[in-house]
Structures are given as structure tokens and as C-alpha cells.
């Protein structure tokens, strides 16, 4: 008696299901609304799954593809973005993806199938290492080796994708663990002794921050995507009004500050804004809140900053002091760090001739370019985007001089409109992660910003925008090549166009007709106001191929080796 | 500098890989590396001795580390007292007219012949890795045919004196 009481009371916390069940009720419990996949071998007992489930599935064209949209869908919603590979080429196929998403610090959960148990090591067929392979590129990786531990692994995964610093967790699941039943806990304990963020900042360091802000002359808060992360851009727009501190922005950080704010100076960086490198560059009190110095913001190390004392608030302690020395290591969570500074309410800084000067430059260097007759530029097509969208559009980019100009010309208004692959500058990112975005924000407007070149590397993915007609609005910045890649060829190469010149080109318009997507060839600037006005605010999808300028480049510019206060191309 | 960091982990597949490939990942340079359970069912100690220009990278270093989430304690111990040894064995042509020579090197080191063949003999010594290669630079002359060693592995001494900043001990 007594022993079979003990035994139902164990029946009540196990459940005995196969692999693949136990894995797609453990996407449930984290309520994964979306699953971007893409079936093969080994993965059939989890296909064979979600043929009954009802977890919305998505199937990319290329796998790449379909990482690329749970990145997307991870930077818009906040949520983990769950991908399936099968082994080998399918599990291969992603790797890009991680890469980029472990540089952006994109929470997703990766699933790779892998070849049964009994044969890992044979070199059996599409078997790939990819726990060898991701190990540099994802925050951590595993194999499922017992169908018992499933649950638990996939509730471990989720919570390290989406907690500290954000970033891709892959789990590697043999056929056989997938296929095989088992008696599983239906409520796992997370068991992760080594793994604990630090959230919560150190007091004395916050002190310090508030006195140094207290003395500063010329302070500047750097504004990164950790701000993002951690929902805390209201809280900085609190604090910079606070102690009156202008902010400026890094490429993933645009959007935690209003770009229209007048303590905003804007984008900092290789293409960033006079303004907004020169107070870097001149600073004496430098407030980094999670952005992670990385060397397209910093320009050469040598000249960075040379005046500052660098504050440095980062969840990720190893980011701090990495690239640049700092002062004031604050180790926590940006929203608690901002919380505890304004609680602070310290002295602001006296700095009326620092705000007056970043005002005089504000009016004298604002971004520029040259009007060429008849010619599209790609600014104001820019520009016209914004209009039509009344700047509250989501932005969604490629890799390129598009993308500069989108950072720009696009003054984000508010937090988390931003998609755009910074770290590891990925092309073919900029479609599959606007596909992402719009699943989402289902009602949000989507604006993919794209090259020529890079919507050549993601094309495919057309296919997924039309069958579940999602309205993305598709703006190719087509200048006939790979235009960056031309534009250090002419300043740095002599003008020595190696392959940058796009020798043959689709028609894209006949492209997207193929796909079924209505599309347009634009080359004015009256073509494009009359089309954007028509098909901006429809729910359809719509491919624009605007014809821009060739050879337009973007400025100002910082060369490679160069400090933030040797800009070039400043003004016309 | 050479610096000694101590690790423990959790004791799971793919854990060492992930320690190395970080180590060349991040282009920093493992002079040795030693692992094996600990008194703890479950976790290693990984004893790591790496070579580096200045303190920011072994700060670095450790930080990265530390990140790995199956990385329960890092420690860089180089600072401390501690006693640290390494195990080698030295395989090394004796043929019997320097044989007794040999011999006579071996035992001020308090090491000692392990096998012993026609023409050669198996030296094991264990102690800090300075006192190793004091033994190698000796045996050398006399033809080592094979040579293998273990890694540092390091604790802190009970005792940490104040002022010393290396302590290491004699043997
Ligand atoms: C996968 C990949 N390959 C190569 C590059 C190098 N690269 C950076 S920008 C660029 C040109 C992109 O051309 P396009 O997509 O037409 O955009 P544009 O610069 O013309 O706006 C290239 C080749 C890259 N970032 N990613």
C-alpha cells in the first residue's frame, strides 16, 4: 500500500513521453509563440510533432535565412527566437547567424538535429560537429544525451539565452533522443551553479559616477544597445534630463534616446555625426551605459577619449576595462544602474561653455550631401521614408552604405525600431530579419532597408513575405554594387574597382513579380513621393527598387587607423 | 609573465573544449594545461599556465572565464603563496658507462628510475616546473629519447604570508 502510494506520487511529477513531445511542451511552458525551421533526417521525430502542434512554424527558404528572422524577431520582441536546423548542412547553414547574434547579444535557442547516439563520431551521413563548430559563437552550447533531461536543458536554455548579456544557446539533439520515450520531471529545477548575472550594481561605484558627474566639465553619456536590453530607455532620457548630460549614440544603441531630444547629439562612430565624435573625443567625463567600445565606435584606441574619465555601467564584466581603461567599473544591469543614479540626485555639472559648444557644432556639422540634378539620392530617399512613415516605422537593414545611411537619415524617435546587424556586419541579414520583425509586431510598419548586393545573398526568403503576406515594405538602395566595397576602393585602393562593380543584375521587379510581390523601379525623386504615398500605408507587401546614385558615398567618415577627431567629409 | 589560474567546473561534456577554444579565440597563450577530478563528485580543477605581457590580459582572461557557464570559480593564484608541481618522465639512453652518472643526478632532485631497459631508463620527477627544466638541461646531454610532462597543477598554501609576494617551495 504504502508503495504504491509513493509510486503515484512520483507518476504525478513524471511524465513519460518521447523526445520530441517533451521538447515542444518544454517550447510551450516558455510560451514560444514562433518557430523559425527547416526539416531533415534528422529531425523527422520533430516534425513529425509539430505537424499536431500548434506553435505558429515558419519555414525559411535557405536556414540562414531562417535565423536570420528569429534574430529579428528577438531584437523587436524581446523574447528568445527559437530556430530548428537538422544535422549537418541544415545545422551548418546557421552558422552565420549565430555568429552575428552572438556579437549583437540576440537572445536565441538554437536546435540542431544530430545523427543517433550510436553513431556520433562515425562520420555517418550529414553528421556535422556542431558543438565543435558554435562553441566560439553561442553563449553555450550542449547535447541532449538522455531523453530525461529535456526539459530541463530547454529550460536552462531559455534562461541563459535571455538573461545577463543576452546571446544564442544551441542545444544538439541526436535522432534517437528525439524519437525515444522516456520518463521526464514535468517541472525541472534549473541547476546552473555556475551561472549567475550580476544585476544589481555596487553602491560605492554608483557614488563615485555621481561625484565625478558632480565635477565634470564636459560630460557625455555613451548610449549602447544594453540600454535596449534592459528596457531602461525612459529611465536614461530620466537621468540625462537630471543632471543635464547630452547623449549620443551608438550604431545598436540608436533609438534608446530620442533622436529629437535636445541633449541628443546623435550617432557616434566611423559614420557617425561631427557632434557626437567630437564629444567623445573632447569629453572629460565619459558615461558608457552598455555599449561595448568596439572599434568601429572607437576609431583608433590611441586618440580615444584621450581627456575622459571613463564610467563604464555594462552587465557583462568582461566588456569592461576590455578596450578602454576605465575609472568606474559599474557592474550590473543598465535600468538598475540608471535607477540608482537618479535616486542619487546628485549635483549636476557646471558646463554651460561644454552645451554651448556642442550647440554651435550641432548648427554647423549636421549630416550633408549634394543635390544632383535629376539624380535619386540615396539621403533623401531616406529622408522620404521617414516622412511617409512618420519616423515610427521599423527599420530593418542590410550591411553597407544603405545601412549608414539609415542610421543617418532615420532619427529614431523610440526604443527598439532598430534592426540592424552591427557586430559582425552580415549581409543577406537585412530581409529574413525584416520577415522576423513583422512576426513579431504584427501591425507595426516594417521598412527593410537593403544593397543591391545583400538582397541577392537573402532573395529567396521573398517566398516566405508573400505566403504569409506579410507587409514588409522593400527598399533597395540599388546603385549596381557592392557599394561600400567601392567606396574604400576609391579612397583607399586607388580606384582600383576590384568586383565591386555588379556586372549583371536581375530585374528585380520581374523577381519580385515571380514571387508574386508587386514592385517598382524608381528614378526620381517625383516617382518616388507619388509610389511611396500609394503604397506605404497598405498592408501589402511591396518591393522598390530605387535607382540611387552610383557613386555616392557615406560621410563623414573615420579611416581605419584614424581617431574620432579626424573625421573627413564633414561638410560639403 | 607566466601566471597560474585555477578553474573549477562543472564536470560536463564539451567543458574543456570550451575553455581552450576560448584561449584561442581570444589569441592568448596556454603554456600548460592540467585537468582531473576533484574531492567533489561532478567537478574538475583545471590548472592553467599562461604566458602574458601585462595584467589587463590576464584580467581579461579571468573575466572570460568566468563567463563560461559551466565555470564555477576562477582564480588567479599567481600572487599568492602556493604550492604548484608538475609531473615528467623522462625517458633517457643509459647504456652502462653513464648509467651510474645518471643515477648520481637523479637523486639530489628526489627523483627517481621507474623502468629501467637494456639501453635506457624511465626517470620520473615531480616538483615546480623550474626545478623540471633545471633536471632536463642536466639529462639533456645525455640523449632524451622521450620526454613528457603533466601541466602545473597549484593550490594556495594554508598560511598566506603577508609581505611574500612568490613563495614558492623548495621541492
Ligand atoms: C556576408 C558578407 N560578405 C561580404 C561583406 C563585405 N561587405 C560589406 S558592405 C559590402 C557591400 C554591400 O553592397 P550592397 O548590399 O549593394 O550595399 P551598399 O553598400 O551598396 O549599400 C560588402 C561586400 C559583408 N559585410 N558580409
Given at each position: ?324 581603461p576605465t575609472a568606474i567599473p559599474i557592474v550590473g544591469d543598465a535600468g538598475e544602474a540608471l535607477k540608482m543614479l537618479i535616486k542619487q540626485e546628485g549635483k549636476k555639472p557646471e558646463h554651460s561653455q561644454w552645451m554651448e559648444k556642442l ?151 520581374k523577381l519580385a513579380d515571380a514571387y508574386d510581390i508587386k514592385a517598382y523601379q524608381i528614378t526620381s525623386e517625383a516617382e518616388a513621393k507619388e509610389i511611396l504615398e500609394q503604397v506605404m500605408e497598405n498592408d501589402e507587401p511591396v518591393l ?29 | ?156 598554501r594554508s598560511s598566506q604570508r603577508l609581505n611574500s609576494a612568490k613563495n614558492y617551495s623548495i621541492v
Amino acid at each position: 500500500m504504502l508503495q504504491e502510494a509513493a509510486f503515484t506520487e512520483v507518476k504525478a511529477e513524471k511524465q513519460t513521453a518521447n523526445g520530441a513531445d517533451l521538447l515542444l511542451d518544454s517550447l510551450k511552458k516558455e510560451k514560444v509563440e514562433v518557430i523559425f525551421g527547416y526539416p531533415g533526417g534528422a529531425v523527422l521525430p520533430i516534425y513529425d510533432k509539430i505537424y499536431d502542434c500548434d506553435i505558429f512554424h515558419v519555414l525559411p527558404r535557405h536556414e540562414q535565412g531562417g535565423i536570420h528572422a528569429a534574430e529579428g524577431y528577438a531584437r523587436i520582441s524581446g523574447k528568445a527566437g527559437v530556430v530548428i536546423a537538422t544535422s549537418g548542412p541544415g545545422a551548418t547553414n546557421i552558422v552565420t547567424g549565430l555568429a552575428d547574434a552572438m556579437m549583437d547579444s540576440l537572445p536565441l535557442v538554437v536546435f540542431t538535429g544530430q545523427v543517433a547516439t550510436g553513431v556520433i563520431g562515425t562520420d555517418a551521413f550529414q553528421e556535422a560537429d556542431i558543438l565543435g563548430i558554435t562553441t566560439p559563437i553561442t553563449k553555450y552550447n550542449c547535447q541532449v544525451r538522455n531523453i530525461e533531461d529535456i526539459p530541463r536543458i530547454v529550460k536552462e536554455a531559455f534562461h541563459i539565452a535571455t538573461t545577463g548579456r543576452p546571446g544564442p544557446v544551441l542545444i544538439d539533439f541526436p535522432k534517437d533522443i528525439a524519437a525515444g520515450t522516456g520518463e521526464a520531471p514535468v517541472d525541472p529545477e534549473i541547476s546552473l551553479p555556475g551561472y549567475q548575472p550580476t544585476i544589481e550594481p555596487n553602491y560605492l561605484q554608483i557614488r563615485k559616477l555621481t561625484e565625478a558627474v558632480s565635477r565634470a566639465k564636459k560630460p557625455v553619456i555613451l548610449a549602447g544597445a544594453g540600454v535596449l536590453f534592459a528596457k531602461a530607455s525612459h529611465l536614461l532620457q530620466e537621468y540625462a534630463q537630471q543632471q543635464n548630460i547630452p547623449v549620443v549614440n551608438t550604431l545598436l544603441g540608436l533609438g534608446s534616446f530620442p533622436a529629437s531630444h535636445p541633449l541628443s547629439l546623435g550617432l557616434a562612430g566611423m559614420h557617425g555625426c561631427y557632434t557626437a565624435n567630437m564629444a567623445l573625443y573632447e569629453c572629460d567625463l565619459l558615461i558608457n551605459i552598455g555599449a561595448r567600445f568596439d572599434d568601429r565606435l572607437t576609431g583608433n584606441l590611441k586618440h580615444f577619449a584621450p581627456n575622459a574619465t571613463v564610467a563604464h555601467v555594462d552587465i557583462d564584466p568582461a566588456e569592461i576595462g576590455k578596450n578602454v581603461p576605465t575609472a568606474i567599473p559599474i557592474v550590473g544591469d543598465a535600468g538598475e544602474a540608471l535607477k540608482m543614479l537618479i535616486k542619487q540626485e546628485g549635483k549636476k555639472p557646471e558646463h554651460s561653455q561644454w552645451m554651448e559648444k556642442l550647440e554651435g557644432w550641432k548648427k554647423e556639422y549636421p549630416y550633408w550631401y549634394e543635390e544632383e540634378g535629376s539624380v535619386l539620392k540615396p539621403q533623401r530617399v531616406m529622408e522620404m521614408l521617414y516622412e511617409q512613415t512618420n519616423g515610427d516605422a521599423i527599420v530593418v537593414t542590410d550591411v553597407g552604405q544603405h545601412q549608414m545611411w539609415a542610421a543617418q537619415y532615420y532619427p529614431f524617435k523610440n526604443p527598439d525600431r532598430w534592426v540592424t546587424s552591427g557586430g559582425l556586419g552580415t549581409m543577406g541579414f537585412g530581409l529574413p530579419a525584416a520577415i522576423g520583425a513583422q512576426i513579431a509586431e504584427p501591425s507595426a510598419r516594417v521598412v527593410a532597408v537593403l544593397g543591391d548586393a545583400g538582397f541577392q545573398m537573402s532573395t529567396q526568403e521573398l517566398a516566405v513575405i508573400r505566403e504569409l503576406n506579410l507587409p514588409v515594405k522593400i527598399a533597395i538602395f540599388n546603385n549596381q554594387s557592392l557599394g561600400m566595397v567601392r567606396q574604400w576602393q576609391q579612397i583607399f585602393y586607388e580606384e582600383r574597382y576590384a568586383h565591386s562593380k555588379i556586372p549583371s543584375q536581375p530585374s528585380f521587379v520581374k523577381l519580385a513579380d515571380a514571387y508574386d510581390i508587386k514592385a517598382y523601379q524608381i528614378t526620381s525623386e517625383a516617382e518616388a513621393k507619388e509610389i511611396l504615398e500609394q503604397v506605404m500605408e497598405n498592408d501589402e507587401p511591396v518591393l522598390l527598387d530605387f535607382r540611387i546614385a552610383e557613386n555616392e558615398n557615406v560621410y563623414p567618415m573615420i579611416a581605419p587607423g584614424k581617431g574620432l577627431h579626424e573625421m573627413v567629409g564633414v561638410k560639403k | 609573465m607566466k601566471r597560474i589560474i585555477t578553474l573549477t567546473v562543472l564536470n560536463r561534456p564539451g567543458v574543456l573544449n570550451r575553455i581552450t577554444n576560448l584561449f584561442s579565440k581570444r589569441n592568448y597563450n596556454i603554456e600548460s594545461i592540467s585537468v582531473g577530478h576533484t574531492e567533489q563528485e561532478g567537478i574538475s580543477r583545471i590548472t592553467c599556465v599562461v604566458n602574458v605581457e601585462n595584467d589587463g590580459i590576464i584580467e581579461q582572461i579571468t573575466k572570460q572565464l568566468n563567463k563560461q557557464v559551466d565555470v564555477l570559480k576562477v582564480a588567479d593564484i599567481s600572487d599568492q603563496a602556493v604550492v604548484a608541481r608538475e609531473l615528467a618522465l623522462i625517458k633517457v639512453q643509459a647504456p652502462p658507462q653513464t648509467r651510474n652518472e645518471i643515477y648520481s643526478l637523479i637523486e639530489p632532485f628526489r627523483a627517481s628510475v621507474i623502468d629501467v631497459g637494456k639501453e635506457s631508463l624511465i626517470i620520473q620527477i615531480t616538483g615546480e616546473s623550474e626545478k623540471i627544466e633545471a633536471f632536463i638541461e642536466l639529462i639533456k646531454p645525455y640523449g632524451i629519447k622521450e620526454l613528457a610532462r603533466t601541466g602545473t597543477t597549484a593550490f594556495p598554501r594554508s598560511s598566506q604570508r603577508l609581505n611574500s609576494a612568490k613563495n614558492y617551495s623548495i621541492v
